[in-house]
């Protein structure tokens, strides 16, 4: 009995030494330590892991990719087989460290890479961004031809912006995102879980969804379809519908760049101008502006009625 838990306790210490190794980056110790499990423990079934996470660690640094495939399959191999087996092996918090080192790694090496539609994930900037490096993400965007009119680099330049510079410098980017890119938002919001973001959007999930137009009589209800028709959700409208809860984000808002001129789009616009022509006591146009932004949303329309 005492010959076992000798035996179950070397176990554990020869892993522990292989793993303070890895997570040391010193391949050599690491390998070293791997050949002495092996040699007393040849069937541990820590054994291949550890393999995996020793050559990972070898590899870092690397030299550039300049290649999308290869990025791709470096980008896949670390997200779906590298990082899984260190969680389960180096346990917390020396996984998270160590495989954010690699992310780093990655990104430095994916930095001669342009943007290539047909992989929209496979940039440094998006790299630099699953290590919190919003600034380098938004150099790696500013890089990008046209990034304002493309979804994948506009998405990662408002989280980039959200994580370097906090919440103000990107929200005309997230009403750009909303209007063009409605899914993307969605994950933006969600990655980066800012407090007042996260729970203006639960907000409006809440109190918008099912605020649809029920006056058959206005053109809005046509708009409405022909934003599904494109595979909208209710998301274009968020930009807009924040102005009836927190009015102080117009001049914000209002830095948006023109898009496709959408029912969202139109709808912030004249949200901003409505607000605008009551702070100068314009009643006449206040008015005539109410009645616009009935006729384009009876659901926006309400929201804003709440508030008045």
Known sequence: MQLDIFDHSRDVMLRNDVVEAIVGQDADAARAGRQALAAEYPDDEALAELGLLIEATARCPGGAITDHEALCMARRELSETVEPAARRRLGDPGWRA????????????????????????????????????????????????????????????????????????????????????????SEVVKRIDDPLLTRLKRQ????????????????????????????????????????????ALAPLLAQAQPGA???????????????????????REVVERRRSLRDLHAGLYRAYLAHR
Do not use: Y
Not at 142 to 159: D, F, K, T, Y
Not at 226 to 245: C, K, N, R, V, Y
């Open 261 to 283: 001129q959408t029912a969202g789009e139109r709808g912030l616009r004249l949200m901003v101008e409505l607000l605008g022509l009551e702070q100068q006591g314009r009643q």
């Open 98 to 185: 160590w495989s954010a080192n690699l992310w780093r790694d990655l990104a430095r090496r994916a930095g001669p890479l342009g943007f290539d539609p047909k992989h929209p994930d496979d940039h440094a900037a998006a790299l630099w961004l699953r290590v919190g490096d919003g600034r380098s993400a938004a150099a790696a965007v500013a890089g990008i031809e046209s990034w304002r009119r493309i979804p994948a680099p506009l998405a990662w330049m408002a989280e980039a912006r959200c994580r370097s510079q906090g919440l103000d410098p990107a929200w005309p980017l997230l009403a750009e995102l909303a209007w063009m890119s409605p899914g993307r938002l």
């Open 204 to 247: 409006f999930d809440a109190s918008f969804e099912d605020a649809v137009d029920d006056l058959p009589d206005h053109n809005s209800a046509s708009l409405e379809r022909s934003d599904s028709a494109q595979g909208a959700t209710d998301l274009p409208w968020f930009p807009a519908w924040l102005l009836t809860e927190k009015p």
